[in-house]
């Protein structure tokens, strides 16, 4: 049974970093394009950065450009999103998601959560202005 589970959400003041993690279990990731994504309350989910599994490219999207970095620890089976310099409108629930069924896959665009096939329940993000 495949499981991901993210953690490392809470609540920040704005300005500060966190990092979020992203634990793998009954799959490896470094074989799956991992992807972050975020949901404030009333929108929508959006993609925030993902991690190709075929060239290791980091993509990134919207606001948290030049803010964010996305990482692989194999040794853990885990992938991580640091987030620098918070902002208000960065609060929300992070969710990663893992495209399992098609290994050493390319990430999506950020518009591509569909092509995801396994998903976490995701770690609240409160940033505190």
């Known amino acids: 049974q495949v499981q991901l589970v993210e953690s490392g959400g809470g609540l920040v003041q704005a300005g500060e970093s966190l990092t979020l993690s992203c634990v793998g279990s009954?799959?490896?990731?470094?074989?799956?394009?991992v992807g972050w994504f975020r949901q404030a309350p009333g929108k929508e989910r959006e993609g925030v950065s993902c991690?190709?599994?075929?060239?290791?490219?980091?993509n990134y999207w919207g606001s948290v450009k030049g803010r964010a970095t996305i990482s692989r620890d194999n040794s853990r089976n885990a992938v991580y999103l640091r987030l620098n310099s918070l902002r208000p409108e960065d609060a929300g629930t992070y969710y990663c998601?893992?495209?399992?069924?098609?290994?050493?896959?390319?990430?999506?665009?950020?518009?591509?959560?569909?092509?995801?096939?396994?998903w976490g329940l995701g770690t609240q993000v409160i940033v505190s202005s």
């Open positions: 991690l190709s599994a075929s060239d290791g490219r980091r």
């Open positions: 998601a893992a495209i399992t069924f098609r290994p050493y896959s390319d990430c999506p665009g950020p518009s591509g959560r569909h092509e995801y096939d396994q």
């Open positions: 009954g799959v490896t990731l470094d074989r799956a394009a």
